[in-house]
């Protein structure tokens, strides 16, 4: 696979469970975790797909929220880090009850059973928590204004898992992901690099909503997972932190490196601007730097030409098995 190296895995011989573990980022995690450490994946496969959890990950498939199923999953485990939830925001906005039984419910079942196996948990919250931050870049402690059910959810789930290590003197750590972004991201909702290159390899226009201006924070999955495994062993329990790289591009100058690394030549389309989007967002990292020790490593040129050669490498095996498939039947 063409895909940036995984950080390793200093959690000795810890029992780890990873919800939402066949998901694009605990897909990842799970990879780095194994073999050295014991990984279970919860997973009710909503969104979530077989190819992305690694082979040596015991699978629970269940929904984050069954009791039974989230017992024995957690049964002597060391670490969670909690990933399970629905993270459109559009399904939030159209189900907002069910989503909320799902990331805010499903994230107390968690932390409620960890405290029962004294379990460390990491939580993955979200940049969606500050909805439109007052100043950039934006800290940890900057005003929170979720603009959706989910960024409303996730904030619930990130008050409660910090709550529970203040009251329960759980070790937890809250992780804020700005916009995530690697390998294994497919799907309608999975954001706007895996939209462009979709778009690009396809060589059609690349649909920006709205003038293109507004600005995110593109962090690598890679850092993600680095920044996920020093959170499950930091001290610094009780806190959250964003995970982020502390640059921003916009949506155009992102379309601009699309195109460099794709060699695609067709241009851009403008759509309405979606309702609730945030215009700004800069992740202030000095928590994550300062306190686990966690430097972004990728930035987002280099990441996206990795991800163009991993999709290539990809096309290429597909094209070559199905050769290989059409050879064996001519025969
Ligand atoms: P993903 O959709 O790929 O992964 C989520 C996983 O949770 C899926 O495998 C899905 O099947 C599973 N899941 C959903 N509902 C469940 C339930 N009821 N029970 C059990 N499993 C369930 O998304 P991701 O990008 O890997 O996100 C992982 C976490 O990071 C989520 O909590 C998300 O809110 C958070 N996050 C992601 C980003 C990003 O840019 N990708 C940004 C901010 C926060």
Do not use: W
Request: net charge negative; charged share 25%.
């Amino acid at each position: 696979m063409t895909d940036l190296p995984l950080p390793e895995a200093d959690l000795g011989d810890a029992t780890v469970l990873i919800t939402g573990g066949a998901g694009f980022i605990g897909g990842h995690l799970a990879a780095a975790l194994l073999p050295e450490n014991e990984v279970r994946v919860l997973d009710d496969y909503s969104t979530g797909e077989t190819s992305n959890v690694p082979d040596g990950a015991a699978v629970f498939c269940a929904d984050v929220r069954n009791e039974d199923a989230l017992e024995r999953a957690m049964a002597g485990v060391d670490v969670v880090f909690h990933l399970a939830a629905v993270v459109s925001v559009e399904t939030s906005v159209e189900n907002p009850v069910e989503v909320h039984r799902v990331n805010v419910d499903g994230t107390l079942a968690v932390l409620e059973r960890a405290r029962d196996e004294n379990a460390r948990v990491v939580v993955a919250s979200s940049a969606a928590v500050y909805g439109e931050p007052t100043g950039l870049p934006v800290n940890e402690d900057a005003d929170t204004d979720p603009l959706s059910p989910y960024g409303a959810d996730k904030l619930a789930a990130d008050t409660y898992a910090r709550v529970y290590a203040d009251v329960y003197d759980l070790p937890v750590a809250v992780l804020r992901f700005f916009n995530v972004y690697g390998p294994g991201q497919r799907g309608p909702y999975s954001g706007v690099v895996d939209a462009f290159l979709q778009r690009a390899f396809a060589d059609e226009p690349l649909v920006v909503h709205g003038d293109g201006e507004q600005t995110r924070d593109f962090v690598h999955v890679t850092d993600v997972v680095r920044a996920l495994l020093t959170a499950a062993s930091t001290e610094h329990t009780g806190l959250a932190f964003n995970v982020g790289t502390g640059s921003s591009v916009s949506i155009n100058e992102l379309a601009d490196v699309i195109r460099d690394a794709t060699g695609a030549t067709a241009g851009v389309d403008h759509e309405r601007a979606r309702p609730g989007d945030i215009r700004h967002s800069r992740a202030d990292c000095t928590r994550m730097r300062e306190l686990l020790g966690v430097q972004p490593t990728v930035s987002l040129r280099e990441g996206v030409e990795h991800l163009v050669s991993y999709r290539l490498d990809r096309a290429a095996n597909a094209t070559g098995r199905d050769e290989a498939i059409s050879d064996s039947i001519a025969e």
